[in-house]
C-alpha cells in the first residue's frame, strides 16, 4: 500500500511539472496559488470533510 501511495504521489507532482512546463509563467496564477490555497485554507478543508469531496476533484489536482 505505501508503494500505491508513493507512485500515485510521484505521478501527481509529475502532473504539476507537466502544468509547469506548459503554462509557464502563468502556472503559479492559474494552478499553483489556487492548488495552495484548495490545500491550505481551513475553509477548504472544512468544505471537503463535511461535503465528502476529494481534495483530487478541485481542477488544480485532476
Given at each position: ?36 490555497l ?10 471537503r470533510?463535511?461535503?465528502?469531496v ?9
Amino acid at each position: 500500500m505505501y508503494s500505491e501511495h508513493r507512485d500515485f504521489t510521484l505521478m501527481h507532482e509529475y502532473g504539476h511539472t507537466l502544468q509547469s512546463i506548459i503554462l509557464g509563467p502563468l502556472f503559479l496564477p492559474v494552478v499553483g496559488l489556487p492548488s495552495l490555497l484548495w490545500a491550505g485554507l481551513p475553509v477548504f478543508r472544512k468544505y471537503r470533510e463535511k461535503s465528502a469531496v476529494s481534495y483530487y476533484r478541485f481542477y488544480t489536482e485532476r
